[in-house]
């Protein structure tokens, strides 16, 4: 699954701020406040994430880069912490709320028992009149739940009680684990099936911070060390990343107004995105198709490397900024109007899914994830998988990818249709999990078709394999 880009090309404000990192002790302004409860009421009637927080900022033109940073961080972490924020209210016995309040509660407790607070500094934040009214609780007594919320420990939130005391988890391990990573209980039950209980605390503690900023190289234009030198030079603190094309950055302030974003030297792509396209392994003037294109990602990552790509989505709206990107990047990608024919010497197969492995940029996502979702993905999934297998030629490469870490939308897809096509064969297959390497969870398998006898082909030189 190609996923939203994370916060890159379109200079769009909201999403610039959606990648900042969380602020959550700078000095809280009421519009900084205001806009927050704004954007977290709009996830309670449910908005995603992003649309509940472009709306809000829309809604305070005139609010700084602090205070929409601080509104931004606010709403990715109540989005990503909902299951405890709302355990944690039912703990301090907050009262039945009007839904213009609950966004104020979920706020609260966001801080208090999340972020670990003081109670009293934050009720101040949200006394009247203040950010929001009017409104049913009281002063007294949203300091009244302030004070009686549990707080966070070096392990999570849900630590202790407001007087210190442990906090018990649940007996079920399920639900245990499922409170302390602040998902659904069937995410859990999958996790602890195929990781156990400490290493699926590990993963969903990696799936819950914020995503790391990671660009990639075009490699037809620059090095990575030219890259990094021009980045350097406009005072961005950036770091080779895992793959031969990766930079990660840490300093966002001025990046996307920076050259190397400005002329297409880079563009932002995850690290496991990344190694998908070195999957590909494309030659110059191989025919790669990407089926499942996106907003064009690793589209723009192949022809980067010598590859003469198709892309194709069924969202047309998704790939409408594409033919932009690749002018900038001086790459050559055609967009299909309509689902390609014919044969291709690869076929790339980003197949959509549940997005379970990009929590850290979707944090909202695991709210849409349940055993039904996950079903319908894996049926998709199988049949966009047969559909690509039908554009490779003989001798060529079939590469299909999740951003999932259930096997039900990785081997549970491969591991069927390789059974069912003899004509396939596995030549590289790999589970990224969160917690074990950088980047987003993914899995990715590498599918070859053998040539035909006596067959030869021409490549964009002449040459002949």
């Given at each position: 699954?190609?996923?939203?880009p994370?916060?890159?090309?379109g200079?769009?404000?909201a999403r610039?701020?959606?990648?900042?990192r969380?602020?959550?002790?700078?000095?809280?302004s009421?519009?900084?406040?205001?806009?927050?409860?704004?954007?977290?009421?709009g996830?309670?009637?449910?908005?995603p994430?992003?649309?509940a927080l472009?709306?809000s900022?829309?809604?305070?033109?005139?609010?700084?880069p602090?205070e929409?940073?601080?509104a931004a961080a606010?709403?990715r972490?109540?989005?990503?912490?909902l299951?405890v924020?709302?355990?944690?209210?039912?703990?301090?016995?907050?009262?039945?709320s009007i839904?213009?309040d609950?966004?104020?509660l979920r706020?609260?407790?966001?801080?208090?028992?999340?972020?670990?607070e003081p109670p009293e500094?934050?009720?101040?934040?949200?006394r009247l009149?203040g950010?929001r009214?009017?409104?049913?609780?009281?002063?007294a007594d949203?300091l009244?739940?302030?004070?009686?919320?549990?707080?966070p420990?070096?392990e999570?939130p849900?630590?202790?009680?407001?007087a210190?005391r442990?906090?018990?988890p649940?007996?079920?391990?399920v639900?245990a684990?499922?409170?302390a990573?602040?998902?659904?209980?069937p995410?859990?039950?999958?996790?602890?099936r195929d990781?156990?209980e400490?290493?699926?605390?590990?993963?969903?503690r990696?799936?819950?911070?914020d995503?790391?900023?990671?660009?990639?190289?075009?490699?037809?234009r620059?090095?990575?060390?030219?890259?990094?030198a021009a980045?350097?030079?406009?005072g961005?603190?950036?770091?080779?990343?895992?793959?031969?094309w990766?930079?990660?950055?840490?300093?966002r302030?001025s990046?996307?107004?920076?050259?190397?974003?400005?002329?297409?030297?880079?563009?932002v792509q995850?690290?496991s995105?990344?190694?998908v396209?070195?999957?590909c392994?494309?030659g110059?003037?191989?025919?790669?198709?990407?089926?499942?294109?996106?907003?064009?990602?690793?589209?723009l990552?192949?022809a980067?490397?010598g590859?003469?790509v198709?892309?194709?989505d069924?969202?047309?709206?998704r790939?409408?900024?594409l033919?932009?990107r690749a002018?900038?990047?001086?790459?050559?990608?055609t967009?299909?109007?309509e689902a390609p024919?014919?044969?291709f010497d690869g076929?790339l197969?980003?197949?959509?899914?549940?997005?379970s492995g990009?929590?850290c940029?979707?944090?909202d996502?695991r709210?849409?994830?349940d055993?039904?979702?996950?079903a319908?993905?894996?049926?998709?999934?199988?049949?966009v998988?047969?559909?690509?297998a039908?554009r490779?030629?003989?001798?060529g490469?079939?590469?299909?990818?999740?951003?999932?870490?259930?096997q039900?939308?990785?081997e549970g897809?491969?591991?069927?249709f390789?059974a069912?096509?003899?004509?396939?064969?596995m030549?590289l297959?790999?589970r990224?999990?969160?917690?074990?390497h950088?980047?987003?969870?993914?899995?990715?398998a590498?599918?070859?078709r053998?040539?035909?006898?006596?067959?030869?082909?021409l490549?964009?030189n002449?040459?002949t394999?």
């Amino acid at each position: 699954m190609e996923g939203p880009p994370q916060a890159s090309e379109g200079g769009q404000e909201a999403r610039r701020e959606e990648v900042g990192r969380p602020r959550s002790r700078e000095l809280r302004s009421r519009r900084a406040v205001a806009a927050a409860l704004a954007a977290i009421d709009g996830l309670g009637e449910g908005r995603p994430l992003r649309l509940a927080l472009a709306a809000s900022l829309a809604e305070h033109p005139g609010i700084g880069p602090k205070e929409r940073r601080h509104a931004a961080a606010a709403t990715r972490s109540v989005a990503r912490w909902l299951r405890v924020v709302d355990a944690a209210l039912i703990r301090g016995h907050a009262p039945r709320s009007i839904p213009a309040d609950r966004a104020l509660l979920r706020y609260l407790a966001w801080r208090v028992a999340v972020e670990g607070e003081p109670p009293e500094a934050v009720a101040r934040d949200l006394r009247l009149p203040g950010p929001r009214r009017p409104r049913a609780i009281s002063d007294a007594d949203v300091l009244r739940v302030a004070r009686a919320l549990p707080r966070p420990g070096p392990e999570g939130p849900l630590a202790v009680d407001a007087a210190g005391r442990p906090l018990s988890p649940p007996s079920d391990p399920v639900v245990a684990l499922a409170l302390a990573g602040s998902v659904p209980d069937p995410f859990a039950r999958r996790l602890l099936r195929d990781l156990g209980e400490a290493e699926a605390r590990a993963c969903l503690r990696a799936l819950n911070r914020d995503a790391l900023l990671t660009l990639r190289v075009n490699a037809a234009r620059a090095t990575r060390a030219e890259v990094l030198a021009a980045l350097g030079a406009a005072g961005i603190e950036a770091e080779p990343g895992e793959g031969p094309w990766a930079i990660r950055v840490e300093d966002r302030a001025s990046l996307f107004d920076s050259a190397p974003l400005r002329t297409g030297l880079a563009e932002v792509q995850d690290e496991s995105s990344q190694r998908v396209v070195e999957a590909c392994r494309p030659g110059p003037g191989d025919r790669w198709l990407d089926l499942c294109a996106g907003s064009g990602g690793k589209a723009l990552a192949l022809a980067a490397l010598g590859a003469e790509v198709t892309a194709w989505d069924a969202s047309a709206r998704r790939l409408a900024e594409l033919p932009r990107r690749a002018h900038r990047a001086g790459a050559r990608v055609t967009v299909a109007r309509e689902a390609p024919s014919g044969e291709f010497d690869g076929v790339l197969v980003d197949a959509p899914c549940s997005g379970s492995g990009a929590l850290c940029r979707e944090p909202d996502a695991r709210w849409r994830i349940d055993d039904a979702a996950v079903a319908r993905f894996q049926e998709a999934q199988a049949e966009v998988l047969r559909a690509g297998a039908r554009r490779v030629r003989p001798g060529g490469a079939l590469v299909f990818a999740t951003c999932s870490v259930f096997q039900e939308e990785g081997e549970g897809v491969v591991g069927p249709f390789l059974a069912a096509n003899e004509g396939f064969r596995m030549a590289l297959e790999e589970r990224r999990w969160p917690h074990r390497h950088p980047g987003a969870g993914f899995y990715l398998a590498r599918l070859e078709r053998p040539p035909a006898r006596g067959r030869t082909r021409l490549t964009g030189n002449g040459a002949t394999r």
